[in-house]
């Protein structure tokens, strides 16, 4: 897992509502078994038609010119259903390191943390002055200070993260080099439970 | 304070607390499918590592496999690609596999519980958010991704952070024609899908206490719906018969150890939960989803919500847009609309039971000529029983198609799907865009309420139907 420390950087808007993993990767391209090229098909039927690369659907924003950055503001509920992590490996293989939205479902949340992906959770007011700003506008998100900020304003909101995920988020750490160091306890434990 | 059932379990697993951080939580069962696992296989292999413990991983193949001929080779190359991998891991590792052409082969919820794996008071894991049906024996179970997958395989622990409690209390008896889809789809419409987010759930009350295993495993499949981590219901007497005598039960003194350990599983009286809701058995009536999440989900013989009585501007938006998907009008009725496809499958309701539910119902009769109906038993135990009752008959003559165990068309991976912009009652749990096929338009509901619509061809009430047969 790659390190993340700061971001700044323009974001594509995304103002639905209960977006699901089965929208952000479709069940059909989950026969891979690596964990590359997952991006290309992020939110594929939204982006294009009748499944056809050849054909973007042009009111999409991924297809949007003016849109790009590597920061995603979603609507309420954002990663909803499916437990599948491709919907994180897709995103950050399209090359978004944080998703901004005003509420996560909890096993997308863990998913993306895994990952590198930092998922920033803000009041629904900010999540609406974001929407409101001009497609050139860029974010700020300060991992170790836990802040986010809308730089043509200067208007910020501070968002929650777990202290341990912060260490792990910030140096590059992922869980299982964790657990592993923890092998003797887990053996104690097994031998108590038994 | 009395302590809750969750965190009676909860507690005996936690290895260690990590301060200002989640806990060790120590995994008794490890479900793994072909989907979500070939990547932490290969994650743990280039640590160089092997399974910690492979004898508490127990596998299967069921997300993308074909549900006609499986005796022969998969066609589709990628599938076949991601089963032989799947077959080649559990080698290479050392797991017990129940593949295809097993005798124990089938949906990883389904064949957990029927084996007798699924155990009260255990913790238990998946790759699979419907990981929450196993909670019907009184075990903490919960999907997790992959790279909690691959901690699984390092370490048999996966970080948590311990969520809050919430008690679900259903009194009373229910009304003729309402099953046990119908109370979780109630509650799930009445809370929201993302009603329970942050929540483990206790299913408790004398409707519950009636309820069998099976009907109890639906309402926990379907906890995730709401956005719960999972759901459970306190084990009892009931409990005890279903996983009496299965495959991997305990035996003898053993089994009556385990039962003096298992009576102790419940929230205590003076327990306290971060949240509670009562609800009223008699009130549930037969249900039916009209949008793009399960939370959008009514009575059978309602009326579509109209937008404008909806304050909250982005829950309005997206009924809106969820009807737009659905090609479903404000304002109007389901009951009467034509469907196409029936698909009676899935973690939720493709147990003996429900294939009981649905022979009772069509036995003979024929289904509707404009209506396509697929029926897959969740396991290849399902399918010998079915076969073993006569069951099958029934549904052959009903001019129902029977296929073998699997996921199916519950979320189109392999070639079971539903035409785009054709209506489909299905008795799965995910009525998402694009879910069962790109376009397809599924509206959930009972087993019962789809065997009903596959005989009119259009969206019935049950009630109906079954005041006619007397
Ligand atoms: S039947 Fe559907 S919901 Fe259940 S495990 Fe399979 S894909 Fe998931």
Redesign the interface.
Known sequence: MKALQKIQSRFVPLPMENIDTDQIIPARFLKATTRDGFGQNLFRDWRYEQDDTAKPKTDFVLNQAIYSGEILVAGKNFGCGSSREHAAWAILDYGFYAVVSSFFADIFKNNALNNGVLPVTVSDAFLQKIFQQASTATLSIDVDKQTITIDATGEQESFELNPYKKTCLLNGYDDIDFLLSRKDTIEKFEKELI | MGKTLFDKIWD?HV??K?E???S?L?IDKHFIHE??S??AF??IEQ?G?NL?RPKQTIATAD??VPTLNQHLPIK?E??K??VD?LIDNCDKHGVELYGLGHPYQGIVHVIGPELGITQPGMTIVC???HTSTHGAFGAIAF??????V??VF????V?Q?K?KTMRINIEGELQPGVVSKDIILYIIAKIS??GA??YFVEYAGSTIRSLSMEARMTICNMSIEM?A?GGMIAPDEQTFAYMQGRAYAPKGTQWDNQLEVWKKLYSDNNAVFDKEINIDAWAIQPMITYGT?PGLGMAINANIPLSDTILDE??R??LI?ALQYMGLEEGKPLIGMPIQHVFIGSCTNSRIEDLRQVAALVKGKKKHDSVKVMIVPGSQQVAKQAHAEGLDHIFAEAGFQIRQAGCSAC???NEDKIPAGTYCISTSN?N????QG?GARTLLASPLTAAAAAITGVVTDIREMMNEKL
């Open positions: 005996q290895v260690e990590i200002n951080g989640p060790v120590y989907v979500t070939p990547q290969k994650g640590r590592l910690f997300h993308n589709d990628l599938s690609m991601q991998q790759g699979d958010s999907g997790i991704g992959t790279s909690e691959e901690m390092a370490s048999q622990c970080l952070t969520p899908a993302s987010t942050g956005g981590r999440n982005g829950e938006k997206n847009k979320l189109g991976m995910r998402f865009e694009g879910r790109a």
